[in-house]
T-cell receptor, first 115, second 114 residues
């Protein structure tokens, strides 16, 4: 069974500082990986996705993530955090090629940004 | 292009009642998935529909059901509500291509069971 672990429940960074959110996945086949962001009372917005190819993927709002197969990781990074980035971030894994769109989500990391 | 629309946004029910939630996908999207989000269990997959057929189902009791109409709109129903069913129910739509899984989420329907 596939699973996703986000080890950090809550992270606080200062505005302008760099950010890295960790994500480890477990899946027996070729995964496809996502990062979503959720603001309070809102749905989830896709930040970026990885299916294949270049292991460094660029997303919206200046985010990027790197897929490391050997470490089963897909960490999210941003060089300089803005106050508007405060939200909850979810990593998710899906099954490539099955035609199924059932994603397994991590438990989320809540990001707080200090002025 | 309009996004995924979920109605109602908020609702309060009492134990034992049933509830129906509605989801209108993005125009042209024929796949609709439902997720339950709670503080304790996080985001959990409920079911997925494509062309009016349920293609995949998560590990939820039979009280949770859904359907999809010919216009791709979907509804989910929860019967005999329990306190633990209080959650944000998120609907997501996607294009039915095999090698993609990008989901576009609505803002959710927040159900409170008293």
């Amino acid at each position: 069974a596939q699973s996703v672990t986000q080890p950090d429940i809550h992270i606080t960074v200062s505005e302008g500082a760099s950010l890295e959110l960790r994500c480890n996945y477990s899946y027996g086949a070729t995964p496809y990986l996502f990062w979503y962001v959720q603001s309070p009372g809102q749905g989830l917005q896709l930040l970026l996705k990885y299916f294949s190819g270049d292991t460094l993927v660029q997303g919206i709002k200046g985010f990027e993530a790197e897929f490391k197969r050997s470490q089963s990781s897909f960490n999210l990074r941003k060089p300089s955090v803005h106050w508007s980035d405060a939200a909850e971030y979810f990593c998710a894994v899906g099954a490539l090629g099955t035609g199924r769109r059932a994603l397994t989500f991590g438990s989320g990391t809540r990001l707080q940004v200090q002025p | 292009k309009a996004g995924v629309t979920q109605t109602p946004r908020y609702l309060i029910k009492t134990r034992g009642q049933q509830v129906t939630l509605s989801c209108s996908p993005i125009s042209g999207h024929r796949s609709v998935s439902w997720y339950q989000q709670t503080p304790g269990q996080g985001l959990q997959f409920l079911f997925e529909y494509f062309s009016e057929t349920q293609r995949n189902k998560g590990n939820f009791p039979g009280r949770f059901s859904g359907r999809q109409f010919s216009n791709s709109r979907s509804e989910m129903n929860v019967s005999t509500l329990e306190l633990g069913d209080s959650a944000l129910y998120l609907c997501a739509s996607s294009l039915p291509r095999e090698n993609t899984g990008e989901l576009f989420f609505g803002e959710g329907s927040r159900l409170t069971v008293l």
